[in-house]
């Protein structure tokens, strides 16, 4: 797969997709600190190379992180959350048994539910009216 800018070719397509995913800690604790976000954020950078997929931003707070990843057709959201949120919460019960004691509920980190906006290019209506605007044949 090449990479041209933003835009991305494969076999048989071209493609710029980007997904902006939240995941939020069980019950919304506060369980995360500084330490935690920076072992997330290499996680998540491994398991999206995996998917062919690419980390382009990820941040978060005590209780909820922020993803941008660029990813390919081929790749459903919904298994790449899956992997995502399983590995890390494997990863980081064992490396932090500190947060696991006191925040895992039944070896669970992740709320079981995630947000998932797709974004990137024009903003719908931009989108809309230029397809308003291309001339049917007669």
Same mark, same amino acid.
Do not use: H, N, T, W
């Given at each position: 797969m090449t990479q041209i800018n933003d835009i991305r070719t494969g076999r048989h397509c071209v493609f710029v997709m980007h997904v902006h +995913?939240?995941?939020?800690a069980k019950y919304r604790k506060t369980v995360? $600190?500084? $330490?935690?976000i920076d072992r997330l954020? @290499? +996680?998540?950078?491994? /398991?999206?190379?995996?998917? $062919?997929? @690419?980390l382009k931003e990820m941040d978060g707070e005590g209780d909820h992180v922020h993803l941008l990843v660029n990813y390919p057709p081929k790749v459903a959201v919904s298994s790449l959350v899956n992997s995502l949120k399983g590995a890390s919460s494997r990863v980081l019960r064992k490396e932090r048994p500190d947060i696991a004691s006191r925040f895992y509920y039944k070896g669970v980190l992740w709320s079981p539910s995630y947000f998932a906006s797709?974004?990137?290019g024009?903003? /719908?209506?931009? /989108?809309?009216?230029?397809i308003e605007q291309q001339q049917t044949p007669h």
């Open positions: +995913l939240v995941f939020v995360f $600190d500084k $330490d935690a954020r @290499e +996680l998540f950078e491994k /398991i999206c190379a995996g998917f $062919d997929a @690419e797709s974004c990137g024009a903003p /719908i209506e931009i /989108i809309r009216q230029y």
